[in-house]
T-cell receptor
Framework: ETGVTQTPRHLVMGMTNKKSLKCEQHLGHNAMYWYKQSAKKPLELMFVYSLEERVENNSVPSRFSPECPNSSHLFLHLHTLQPEDSALYLC?????????????FGSGTRLTVV | QKEVEQDPGPLSVPEGAIVSLNCTYSNSAFQYFMWYRQYSRKGPELLMYTYSSGNKEDGRFTAQVDKSSKYISLFIRDSQPSDSATYLCAMSAQGNTGFQKLVFGTGTRLLVSP
């Protein structure tokens, strides 16, 4: 496989559930990102990891918990979400956190909170 | 005022038309300018990347940056139905050793009819 792979593609969860989103990149990149995409809003940066170290947490509520066990894998653990958290969650990677060009995005996980 | 403004559209054009997509921005520190294309149910993919002012051409696509007016454009010549997608502008300021945050527009939905 090549590029950035996200699983699952779709997820429906109740407000009391706990679930995880998974992202894997096969590009040898050093930086990985979580973005939230809501209708009619710009992409919203959530977390940035560089060489497995979190370098940015964009004031994201604690019900979202990221994990980066190695430079190829990124997880987003979800618990006690709210309906307004329903959105498309995108993972991206880049060669280095200093370079804003050349992001490769996955296809996203469409999350619905009921 | 938003850092990046982009008309959400939709913009509907007939096949073969020249398409002009635009963004304005307020942060004069932005130096890297990008255009991403996002098909339905997919993540954004990088189309064009420009550093500072000027034009850049790639096939049917031309990106223009006017830093004096804080205005960027993407032109698509001989538009095709396969160009139907949402086009996102993105930009960032030059960093030193730290993280360069990308700021996105909301995206313009383009529909090219046969």
């Amino acid at each position: 496989e090549t590029g950035v792979t996200q699983t699952p593609r779709h997820l429906v969860m109740g407000m009391t559930n706990k679930k995880s989103l998974k992202c894997e990149q096969h590009l040898g990149h050093n930086a990985m990102y979580w973005y939230k995409q809501s209708a009619k809003k710009p992409l919203e940066l959530m977390f940035v990891y560089s060489l497995e170290e979190r370098v940015e947490n964009n004031s994201v509520p604690s019900r979202f918990s990221p994990e980066c066990p190695n430079s190829s894998h990124l997880f987003l653990h979800l618990h006690t979400l709210q309906p307004e958290d329903s959105a498309l969650y995108l993972c991206a990677s880049s060669q280095d956190k200093r370079f804003s060009y050349g992001y490769t995005f996955g296809s996203g996980t469409r999350l619905t909170v009921v | 005022q938003k850092e990046v403004e982009q008309d959400p559209g939709p913009l509907s054009v007939p096949e073969g038309a020249i398409v002009s997509l635009n963004c304005t921005y307020s942060n004069s520190a932005f130096q890297y300018f990008m255009w991403y294309r996002q098909y339905s149910r997919k993540g954004p993919e990088l189309l064009m990347y420009t550093y500072s002012s000027g034009n850049k051409e790639d096939g049917r696509f031309t990106a223009q940056v006017d830093k004096s007016s804080k205005y960027i454009s993407l032109f698509i010549r001989d538009s095709q139905p396969s160009d139907s997608a949402t086009y996102l502008c993105a930009m960032s300021a030059q960093g030193n050793t730290g993280f360069q945050k990308l700021v996105f527009g909301t995206g313009t939905r383009l529909l090219v009819s046969p």
